[in-house]
């Protein structure tokens, strides 16, 4: 099992000798998360080979003391419903990575497809590269952190939590979010319905600072935007009536 | 200021004409006295009116279907005494462990907490656990009350994704995906400020008192294709305890039904345009969907041309009102019903008590639709603590179980008039139509004739 090829591998992943493996090559994804959970209580790491972007891979997993790390790009919905585990994809993600979590930390050392971080509920997705479409799209806490640039309507109708991109957006950025905060230093195309941009006050300049060191992301080099909902959506009012009739 | 404080100028009296116009008060079918006081509202409110309750039209139903009891060619049983069975169990297609099995075919359709109160799905769940079927959470998120009153509860997985993880995925004993409603297909919810009370706003994570306008699309898939993968993703996360059940509005009936037994659902829930809402766009209730009487036979065909007819599960909601409707639902290929709005009317919805009340919202007993305003005066569709107060949980579960009761027996009653053991075993052969439409669209003959309008095979 243990070849050159192997510890080279597991060096630029950043585990241990220790850590048990597992081959994606040799279960179908309930048998997959089976063995996670069984061997996340005598282990404190566990590299999955062979992932090949296969789908609906580690849901549903809240270990908290146990890094599940795939050695490879993973599917659609990878960490769906994680409740506490920490999750590392050495690789790309398809779509919906880390949607319906509600805790633990899910990073993304390439990039990721659309929907990223759906409807999060709490803890953190970082990504090292590029944020998809609609990443952070209904989220309702937690915190997604986007070293590379989103995709249009991202952080569409997000509840809370907080969007920091440190690189640009597509069009539509925000749109109809209720209390969520997006954080940009970046361009974005277009800011969506009801987004508003607002000035950044200091207590979020150390907030961003704190988070960014913990995600292993630089501080950028130019300013960092804020954006909000400025709440003109969540009521219905007649003199708004031009737009609301178009939206 | 919220959409429910405004006026909804909707409720018109009873006619003081002259049908025959002689005393010169003549009115228009065109602008009649409806379509004028619905352009008053608009031009006062400046956007379309959102209401309650289910559509203002008359369409064809299932009431316009008859059945066909034993004479010389069938033997019936004993009505009052001989046993009919009413076991229903959903959800088997995919050999999940706990498949949901129901004493009866009927269960709880799925209806907020938001859109009603606390003590309101309390009592639904009380009453669904008493007979032994389910309820369905809604939209809102799971109600810590009305998990402990369920013995099984329908968690639903809408676009908005409220209070949905894993700590709730895993007290389910079904996820619904929700795909839309037949009140207002192709649409999201409406929850007015009024009843974003704090508790509701909290499942939801929700600003207080704002008109929340839920989202249509689910935020991580959009075809067929992701939607397969979606919903073994629910399998997982659930190790396949659980059956998935898929609910959409009745549009295009043939092809979705298709689509949705081929992502892998293990139960198609479909919504018939009768469909009642706590809150919708009018326009939407009468000018979208199909009839539930076109849709269920619409939906039986599509699987049988499949060959999953019978593996697939079928549940039949959208003005569902007794155990007439219900067994004609079963007869055309329904394996349950869903009933909504019956059972919030056995609960107390429309009864002719706090008279003043109702007068307050412009309404009366027995034409109330006015659970958008959230002040239902029976305390049912309402957050407010006072009105709330007024649904006494033991009672009103009581009211909804013997009405479920009464409904299954009504169904039995059938059943066995037309010689079946089992409800399940009514077939389309023992309806007839009473009306060319209905005739068309449930594929039965039209009564006294071997004639389906449309169709090229005649009995």
Redesign the interface.
């Known amino acids: 099992m243990v070849s050159a090829d192997n510890i080279a591998v597991d060096q630029w992943a950043g585990l241990s000798p220790e850590a048990v493996h597992l081959d994606a090559d040799e279960c179908d994804?309930?048998e997959l998360?089976?063995q996670l959970k069984e061997l996340a209580r005598d282990n404190a790491q566990i590299a999955v080979e062979n992932p090949r972007a296969r789908?609906?891979l580690g849901?549903?997993l809240?270990m908290e003391n146990c890094e599940v790390h795939f050695l490879g790009s993973v599917?659609?919905?990878c960490g769906?419903?994680?409740?506490g585990a920490k999750i590392i994809v050495h690789g790309n993600a398809g779509?919906?990575v880390g949607?319906?979590?509600?805790g633990g930390r899910i990073v993304v050392r390439g990039s990721t497809a659309?929907?990223a971080g759906?409807?999060m509920?709490?803890g953190t997705l970082v990504i090292h590269g590029d944020g998809g479409p609609?990443t952070g799209?209904?989220m309702?806490?937690g915190d997604i952190f986007v070293a590379g640039s989103v995709g249009f309507m991202s952080g569409?109708?997000a509840?809370?939590g907080k969007l920091v991109v440190l690189g640009g957006a597509g069009d539509g950025l925000g749109a109809s979010m209720?209390?969520g905060r997006i954080f940009i230093a970046g361009r974005a195309g277009s800011l969506g319905a009801d987004a508003i941009e607002r000035d950044l006050d200091p207590a979020d300049v150390e907030e961003l600072k704190r988070d960014l060191a913990l995600a292993e992301i630089a501080w950028p080099e130019g300013a960092l935007r804020k954006i909000e909902a400025e709440?003109r959506?969540?009521?219905?009012?007649?003199h708004d009536?031009r737009i609301?009739r178009s939206i | 200021m919220s959409m429910s404080e405004r006026s909804d100028r909707s409720n018109v009296g009873a006619p003081t004409s002259n049908p025959s116009g002689s005393d010169g008060m003549r009115e228009s079918p065109i602008w009649d006295r409806h379509t004028i006081d619905e352009i008053h509202s608009k031009a006062e409110l400046g956007r379309y009116r959102i209401s309650g309750f289910s559509l203002h039209r008359q369409i064809p139903r299932l009431d316009d279907l008859v059945f066909l009891p034993a004479a010389m060619t069938r033997l019936p049983l004993e009505g009052y005494r001989e046993h009919c069975e009413t076991k229903t169990v959903l959800g088997a297609r995919h050999g999940c462990a706990k498949p949901l099995e129901l004493s009866v075919p009927v269960y709880i359709t799925s209806m907020s907490f938001g859109a009603l109160s606390w003590n309101a799905k309390a009592a639904l769940g009380r009453a669904a656990s008493a007979i032994g079927t389910c309820t369905c959470t809604g939209e809102g998120g799971m109600l810590r009350e009305e998990r402990e009153e369920s013995s099984l509860l329908v968690y639903q997985m809408t676009p908005s994704r409220y209070m949905l993880d894993l700590e709730h995925l895993r007290q389910a004993d079904a996820i619904e995906v929700a795909m839309g409603q037949g009140a207002k297909p192709g649409t999201g919810g409406v929850l007015p400020g009024a009843k974003v009370a704090d508790r509701v706003a909290e499942m939801r994570t929700l600003p207080k008192n704002i008109d929340q306008r839920s989202a249509v699309r689910h935020p991580d898939f959009l075809g067929a294709d992701d939607m397969e993968v979606k919903l073994e993703e629910l399998r997982v996360a659930t190790n396949n305890q659980v059956p998935i059940f898929l609910k959409m509005p009745a549009t295009r009936v043939r092809e979705d039904v298709k689509i949705a037994a081929k992502v892998g659902a293990d139960v198609i829930v479909i919504d018939g345009m009768e469909g009642a809402t706590g809150a919708s766009p009018e326009l939407l209730l009468d000018h979208t969907g199909i009839p539930t009487v076109a849709a269920v036979a619409a939906a039986r065909e599509a699987l049988e041309e499949i060959g999953l007819y019978g593996e697939v599960n079928l549940v039949i909601s959208g003005g569902v009102r007794n155990g007439a409707d219900a067994a004609k639902a079963l007869a055309l290929g329904a394996d349950a019903v869903a009933i909504g709005t019956a059972g919030l009317i056995a609960l107390n919805c429309n009864a002719p008590i706090y008279l003043d009340d109702y007068a307050r919202l412009g309404t009366a007993p027995g034409f109330c639709h006015h659970c958008h305003t959230g002040l239902c005066p029976v305390g049912i569709a309402t957050q407010e603590p006072e009105l709330v107060e007024r649904l006494e949980v033991d009672a009103a579960a009581e009211r909804v179980e013997n009405f479920i009761n009464a409904m299954v027996m009504e169904m039995t009653l059938l059943a066995k008039a037309c010689g079946k053991g089992d409800v399940h075993n009514l077939e389309p052969e023992d309806l007839r139509a009473l009306t060319i439409e209905a005739a068309a669209m449930a594929r039965v003959p039209l009564a006294g004739t071997d004639w389906i309008p449309g169709s090229a095979n005649s009995w």
């Open positions: 994804p309930y998360t089976h789908h609906n849901i549903g809240e599917g659609y919905y769906g419903f994680n409740a779509w919906g949607e319906a979590m509600s659309w929907s759906a409807g509920r709490g609609r799209i209904a309702k806490g569409f109708m509840h809370k209720y209390e709440g959506l969540w009521y219905f009012d007649k009536g609301w």
